[in-house]
């Protein structure tokens, strides 16, 4: 997860699939590598979580 955010560019998104209980910790973890959920589905089989890099902001003045 932080290997992929971190290899890519801002605004670029993928979704991976997890098992629930997994998925409950994924937003720290992913918030942590610039990143934010945009997406989330309960299915039977797990948790798709859709996941995008933050766009960097840069302060001006």
Do not use: N, P, W
Not at 6 to 29: H, N, T, V, W
Not at 35 to 40: A, N, P
């Amino acid at each position: 997860m932080r290997a992929r955010l971190g290899s890519m560019a801002a605004g670029q998104q993928f979704c991976f699939l997890c098992i629930e209980k997994m998925a409950e910790k994924m937003d720290r973890i992913v918030a942590q590598a610039g990143g934010e959920i945009v997406d989330r589905d309960d299915r039977s089989y797990g948790v798709v979580i859709c996941v995008r890099k933050k766009e960097h902001k840069t302060g001006t003045g």
